[in-house]
């Protein structure tokens, strides 16, 4: 009997499993805000240069309209040079000579009361920084899974969840209270490290306390809570305009997690697979009492950690094997790629939301609440077909976003509605490649497959923040690029097989066919609970 079976007979998906589900879903508002929070805090409001006042001490109202700044007619040249020869801003556009601007910004507080570019004037020649602090929280994402998904096989989910829980609220209030932006971005990194660190562990944890049946209805409900937290942060932003307020509020709750230590339970599977078998007793026991289950201990733990050792393959394999065979590698380096254009594009339309002309807070719900539909039509078109669905929705998502481009920008609301269906597309298509990534490996080079594709994600989630930066050669250079990939991985997809309804591969023979033999003649090993081992897996890529 295998753990799967267990799950069964205490209830796979019982009131154990719902309440713990609930403290899993919980933190995942609050990743939402701190994926998301740079958005507002890290927003450009129309600025001009002091310099190029017409007199001393005038307000910056009663001649001009920053506002305006903001605009493809309006004068960006006020924002970053003033002239040499002073005689009035007119000089600006009389062909005057001009210089750097030297005395400083004013900024418009229409729309933001403060940001970390008005505090630390990260404007004109600084403003590459406000591109790279970004960049730097999205590297943490990658330390933190690389960090804390190897300790959190060898210590266990739970106390690397607490750990990152305390790193993120400590970390998070930190940085509102920075002096200078290089303080403010290696402590958004540590939060960085720890949104990785809570977001994989945590979907680990429930999928290893949940029945096979259940597995990906409640991977969607987490998907779900961090959907709300996109909403709701258009909502919190909306009414806290200073930056640093507002990165007190979505930290400080965090602290309210240490009640986590009490009632966050560990991993029995992870426990029996650690030997400590009569721990893993314990738990399974209380779960099946509060599902309502009657469960005798003639169940010996040591047959179920038995069998599950059989399931170790005899032949030891590397991430080289991922591309030493040819159709092997065809399908490796295309999944990598689509990891990358996926994450690359959802945040790339994510963090530039400012991008299409509407109101920042506005078009932020109306994203979030994109999420939705998104995540959930999957569950409908996944059972039918992996290859078509990926195709369909990487080509959905491409095609919206290069629309967007031909959209004169004074029609706001129809570039943004064409973004909206392009974050449609993109953000469906994220959640099927990690099925489908998972059923296109087989099982001897999974684990090393989707780690590695993992690391292509967050390549993309590091690049992201740097797109904004393309808009110095084009203003449409970032979607652009955004329609360009979704579109090269939907024609990529055409090459990959269909998974749907189909037996997984185990060995590289099996994705080879007759061209390989078996090597030393190693039988094919017997994989048990195959399905958990691909949600578990999958589950160390989650970005979201």
Not at 246 to 270: E, H, N
Not at 308 to 317: C, P
Not at 445 to 472: E, K
Request: proline letters at 4%; charged letters at 15%; a positive charge.
């Amino acid at each position: 009997m295998n753990f799967d079976e267990i799950l069964c007979l205490i209830g796979g998906f019982g009131k154990f499993q719902k309440i713990l589900y609930v403290w899993i879903c919980v933190p995942q508002i609050f990743l939402a805000f701190h994926m998301l929070v740079s958005i507002f805090t890290g927003a450009v409001p129309p600025h001009l240069c002091r310099s190029t006042w017409p007199s001393v001490g005038t307000p910056a109202s009663s001649n001009f309209n920053l506002s305006l700044l903001s605009t493809p007619s309006g004068r960006p040249d006020l924002s970053c040079t003033a002239p040499l020869n002073y005689s009035g801003a007119a000089a600006l556009g009389d062909g005057h000579s001009t210089g750097s601007c030297q005395g400083g910004w004013e900024y418009s507080k229409e729309t933001f009361q403060s940001t970390i570019v008005t505090e630390w004037d990260l404007v004109c020649d600084n403003a590459n920084l406000n591109s790279l602090g970004s960049s730097i929280y999205m590297f943490g994402l990658l330390v933190g899974a690389m960090v804390f998904g190897s300790l959190a096989d060898k210590y266990g989910r739970r106390i690397i969840i607490l750990i990152n829980l305390a790193i993120q609220a400590v970390f998070g209030v930190g940085a509102a209270f920075a002096p200078n932006f290089y303080v403010y971005t290696a402590l958004r990194f540590m939060v960085g490290t720890s949104i990785s660190g809570v977001i994989m562990n945590a979907f680990v944890l429930g999928t290893e306390w949940t029945g096979p049946k259940q597995r990906m209805l409640a991977g969607i409900i987490t998907d779900y809570f961090f959907g709300f937290g996109y909403i709701l942060l258009a909502g919190v932003a909306y009414l806290i305009r200073d930056w640093r307020k507002l990165q007190l509020a979505i930290s400080a709750p965090g602290f309210l997690f240490i009640f986590y230590i009490w009632v966050l339970p560990k991993s029995a599977r992870w426990l029996m697979a650690n030997d400590r078998k009569e721990e893993a007793w314990e738990l399974i026991r209380k779960a099946a009492q509060m599902n309502g289950k009657s469960l005798t201990k003639d169940l010996e733990m040591c047959q179920v950690y038995n069998i599950e050792e059989k399931t170790e393959m005899k032949k030891k394999h590397s991430f080289i094997d991922l591309v030493r065979t040819p159709k092997m590698r065809k399908q490796s380096l295309i999944v990598f790629y689509l990891w990358f254009a996926n994450v690359l594009v959802y945040y790339g339309l994510s963090l530039n939301i400012s991008d299409f002309g509407m109101n920042i807070y506005l078009t932020q719900m109306i994203f979030g609440l994109v999420e939705m539909p998104a995540r959930t039509i999957t569950l409908f078109t996944l059972n039918r077909s992996r290859k078509i669905s990926q195709l369909a929705f990487l080509a959905v998502g491409g095609t919206a976003c290069l629309l967007t481009i031909f959209i004169p920008s004074d029609l706001s609301v129809i570039k943004t509605a064409l973004a909206m269906i392009g974050k449609f597309g993109i953000t469906a298509s994220l959640s099927i490649i990690y099925v489908y990534s998972a059923e296109v490996f087989p099982t001897v080079i999974r684990q090393n497959g989707i780690g590695i594709g993992s690391m292509c994600a967050r390549s993309g989630g590091v690049l992201a923040p740097m797109m904004h930066l393309l808009r110095a050669i084009s203003p449409q250079a970032p979607m652009v690029l955004c329609g360009l990939c979704p579109l090269l991985g939907s024609a990529l997809t055409l090459l990959l097989p269909e998974t749907a309804n189909r037996p997984l591969p185990d060995t590289i023979e099996d994705v080879e066919g007759s061209n390989l033999s078996e090597e030393d003649g190693v039988m094919k090993p017997v994989v048990f609970e195959t399905t958990l081992r691909k949600m578990d897996i999958v589950s160390s890529t989650r970005m979201d």
